[in-house]
């Protein structure tokens, strides 16, 4: 059994695009991209899938809370499901935010810090370390209600491909760019529309594929 975690935010949780402020609505379970991905890749493996709304990479939220940092959990995260051959991180959507003017570089590298915590961890893992594969979130679309949330963010978003590209280089570490599969939704520019989730999952499957197959 291949066991692969995947370390992300509410977009890993399901979450469905949001029409307004405080609402929160979540897709069914077999329709969210882990649990395509798990359908794709077969009884051989086993997808965890480990997300958080407004969970960031490594910048604690003064707003939503500190608990929403990535670096904070990720450790608890490993240890609660080893022996894990493969951690997935989705992450970086949530550090766009203008209240923590992030670069796309910088968040990048955030994304970078929990790289390193999976391939250094705390203590050994049952199992050994595992392989890792970073995915660049896509671009920020049409924001709507979310605009001053995430006032400049779409700019820096569309560089997050060739930025988190370079962290995963300077790693060693396997890469994915959504954006190249996948579009965030019109109805709040940050979520994933139904018609993406099996695209995603499909790109998602065929590098996990790629990485097992070295």
């Known amino acids: 059994m291949t066991n692969i975690l995947c370390y992300g935010d509410s977009n890993t949780w399901g979450a469905k695009p949001l029409k307004k402020v405080g609402e929160i609505f979540r897709y069914p379970r077999h329709l969210r991209w882990t649990s395509q991905l798990q359908t794709t890749l077969g009884d051989d493996y086993q997808v965890i899938a480990e997300g958080l709304n407004a969970r960031t990479t490594v910048f604690d939220d003064d707003i939503d809370g500190h608990h929403k940092n990535g670096q904070r959990h990720l450790?608890?995260?490993?240890?609660?499901?080893?022996?894990?051959?493969?951690?997935?991180?989705?992450?970086?959507?949530?550090?766009?935010?203008?209240?923590?003017?992030?670069?796309?570089?910088?968040?990048?590298?955030?994304?970078?810090?929990?790289?390193?915590?999976?391939?250094?961890?705390?203590?050994?893992?049952?199992?050994?370390?595992?392989?890792?594969?970073?995915?660049?979130?896509?671009?920020?679309?049409?924001?709507?209600?979310?605009?001053?949330?995430?006032?400049?963010?779409?700019?820096?978003s569309i560089d997050f491909a060739r930025s988190f590209e370079k962290i995963a280089e300077l790693r060693g570490c396997a890469f994915l760019d959504a954006g190249a599969h996948i579009k965030t939704s019109d109805v709040d520019g940050v979520h994933f529309d139904e018609d993406q989730l099996r695209p995603l999952s499909q790109a998602v499957a065929k590098t996990v594929q790629a990485i097992f197959a070295n």
């Open 75 to 156: 450790l608890t995260s490993l240890e609660s499901h080893m022996p894990l051959d493969l951690v997935i991180i989705l992450l970086g959507t949530n550090d766009l935010k203008s209240r923590f003017a992030k670069s796309s570089w910088d968040i990048a590298s955030g994304a970078g810090r929990l790289l390193d915590l999976v391939a250094c961890p705390a203590k050994p893992l049952i199992g050994g370390t595992p392989k890792l594969l970073l995915i660049a979130p896509p671009p920020l679309g049409k924001l709507g209600f979310l605009d001053e949330t995430f006032a400049g963010g779409i700019e820096k």
